[in-house]
């Protein structure tokens, strides 16, 4: 009863067809050419709306300004419905979102159609990710920002993976990686004086897309550009102290390297330990008593920063044991990166554990569901979703939606 009242006041309305001709987003003038009727999915119901339309003969387009001044865009649900659509969808499967919508909000649309919207929404956002990467102005920055990256797998569609190698014993691959990238501040420290993240200060961006690009390439990377894009919207590079987590993948470092040579770059403490609890049973056997007592005295070296100590530890095993060998070279390389000692008297933050969780919450609990399969496009759709609501961001970008919709 609601739908159909609202229906009938708008369509009583006719200002919208009153001036005989409208400027063209190409610049011509679109004629007015009669009122169309079209059926909207609102959260009172559906509404049959009577709209003025306007063509151009210049560029064979045509537009309805009852719909741009309603916010209804192109498609058939109004902008309450398709936040409902984007709420529901990047939280849970396409079908359960279906379920919530009819349940809880009396809206009927079957999954295809939450999908087809939701991943245009998501489609919507990534444009506007890319857009919007102004440095924050007359804010307050901490002064510490972390950035940490890290990567996922996404289970893909098999047309999605033709040609590339995997983990499977035929070579094959069942997913793609997810690469995420997290701004955070710690200033808060908790009873033994250990650094926190501060609470509302995690942003993320995330897509499946390539860290990897030649040394002398003069571009940067599709991941490098998303990361420079989030470290700029966060105040990355004008913070005072600038600091760089992740697990050690070469990746990342090389990402480093190139975009913020002065960031204090750790290595997340608890992979540290975990290669070397992996060694101490690789070396001593799952069940020997001595692994045990070995992995204690490597993690209290690396807690102390003795890196010198911890390689001598591992020498005598590095020719009979590749797993010595290659966690040698691994604490090696990374040895400047596992000062945490000298850290943790900074007052730094030591672990990678807001990447880790954005792992699960951004990408595993939405992406990573059993029996589903995406393609690339679906999955950065739903990515860029998360990513934004998980942010705090979504209101801010429905307000920019409403105004560019309104002005169009």
């Not at 309305?13 to 999915?41: E, I, M, S, W």
């Not at 996922?152 to 995997?166: D, Y």
Request: glycine letters at 8%; charged letters at 30%.
């Amino acid at each position: 009863m609601a739908a159909e009242l609202l229906a009938r006041t708008i369509n009583r309305d006719h200002t919208d067809g009153a001036p005989p001709a409208l400027a063209c987003t190409c610049g011509q003038p679109a004629r007015y050419a009669g009122r169309r009727k079209k059926r909207f999915v609102s959260v009172l119901g559906e509404l049959e709306l009577e709209r003025a339309y306007y063509h151009c003969t210049a560029c064979q387009q045509g537009f309805f300004p009852r719909d741009r001044s309603l916010g209804l865009g192109d498609g058939s649900l109004s902008p309450g419905v398709l936040r409902m659509v984007g709420a529901a969808a990047g939280s849970v499967s396409f079908e359960e979102a279906h379920q919530l919508l009819d349940e809880l909000a009396g809206v009927e649309l079957d999954a295809k159609q939450i999908e087809r919207y939701a991943e245009a929404l998501g489609e919507e956002i990534a444009r506007d990710e890319h857009a919007l990467v102004d440095s924050p102005k007359d804010k307050a920055l901490p002064a510490t920002l972390y950035l940490t990256l890290d990567g996922t797998g996404v289970p893909m569609r098999k047309s999605e993976l033709l040609g590339r190698a995997g983990k499977q014993e035929d070579g094959s691959s069942k997913t793609r990686e997810c690469k995420l990238c997290a701004v955070f501040s710690a200033q808060s420290k908790d009873s033994h004086g250990v650094p926190v993240r501060d609470e509302g200060s995690v942003s993320y961006s995330a897509a499946i897309e390539s860290a990897a690009s030649k040394d002398d390439a003069a571009d940067l990377s599709p991941f490098a550009l998303r990361v420079r894009r989030e470290g700029r919207r966060r105040g990355f590079e004008q913070a005072q102290r600038q600091v760089l987590l992740g697990d050690g993948a070469a990746w990342i470092w090389k990402i480093a390297d190139e975009m913020y040579p002065k960031a204090i770059q750790i290595v997340d403490r608890f992979h540290a330990k975990q290669h070397a609890s992996e060694v101490a049973k690789a070396i001593f056997g799952v069940k020997d008593a001595r692994a045990l007592p070995w992995a204690k005295e490597r993690h209290q070296e690396l807690d102390d920063g003795r890196i010198e100590a911890l390689l001598g530890a591992l020498e005598p095993f590095t020719a009979a044991f590749d797993a010595a060998r290659q966690a040698h070279e691994y604490f090696a390389k990374n040895r400047q990166r596992m000062r945490y000692r000298e850290f943790r008297e900074q007052g730094l933050c030591t672990s990678s554990g807001v990447i880790e969780a954005g792992c699960k919450r951004l990408v595993g609990d939405r992406l990573k569901r059993c029996g589903m399969h995406w393609t690339v496009r679906g999955a950065n759709a739903i990515a860029a979703l998360r990513a934004c609501r998980l942010s705090g961001r979504f209101a801010d970008f429905w307000d920019r939606r409403a105004a560019a919709l309104s002005a169009a």
